[in-house]
Structures are given as C-alpha cells and as structure tokens.
Nanobody
Framework: QVQLVESGGGLVQAGGSLRPSCAASGSIFSINAMDWYRQAPGKQRELVALITSTGSTHYADSVKGRFTISRDNAKNTVYLQMNSLKPEDTAVYYC?????????????WGQGTQVTVSS
C-alpha cells in the first residue's frame, strides 16, 4: 500500500519562508512526476509546482521566483522551498505523485498540510 505523508507547513509572517516535504512509502517500483497543489478556502485546487523524474520543473506564474521544488529520489521525497511568502499563499498544500507499483500505476495524494501567512 502506498502512502504520501506531508510535513513542514505552519504559520509564518509575510516575507518569511517554509519548506514542506512529502515522503512516499510502500511497495513502490518507481515514481514519475511529483507535484504540489494548494487549495485556499472557497477556491479550486491549483497546481503550484511539479518536478519530473529527470528533474525538469514547472511553476505557476504566481510563485515563480519565490518557490523551488526539488526531490530526493533515494528517499522518495519531494520538497517545496517557499520564500518571500505572501498572505495570498495561505492554503492547504497537497502533494501528488504518479507511482508505479508491481501491479498498478496511479496518482496518489497526501493528506495536506496547512500553510498560513500573516500580514
């Protein structure tokens, strides 16, 4: 059984930094893309950043230059370094990963971690 467990959210003042992480565990054969999404109250879930298995990255325009996604393939872990945080970055952040096991290939979601940026 595959699980994604996030950690590292929290409360920070505007201009501050956070670095949530998301670790995948279970009977994993390989992991393709790993992504971070966020969902603010009353809004749809949106893609924040993604990183492919070869390290190519993509960012939402709203976070370019402030957020950096990275991954440690040996640890099956993805990170999101968030700098210069703004109140509008407040949301629940979810990680998502395309994971292949011996029998399946599917998208898995973490439980979410709250990020709150105060003004």
């Amino acid at each position: 059984q595959v699980q994604l467990v996030e950690s590292g959210g929290g409360l920070v003042q505007a201009g501050g930094s956070l670095r949530p992480s998301c670790a995948a565990s279970g009977s994993i054969f390989s992991i393709n893309a790993m992504d971070w999404y966020r969902q603010a109250p009353g809004k749809q879930r949106e893609l924040v950043a993604l990183i492919t298995s070869t390290g190519s990255t993509h960012y939402a325009d709203s976070v370019k230059g402030r957020f950096t996604i990275s991954r440690d393939n040996a640890k099956n872990t993805v990170y999101l370094q968030m700098n210069s945080l703004k109140p509008e970055d407040t949301a629940v952040y979810y990680c998502n990963a395309e994971i292949r096991t011996r029998l399946t290939f599917a998208n898995y979601w973490g439980q979410g971690t709250q990020v709150t940026v105060s003004s």
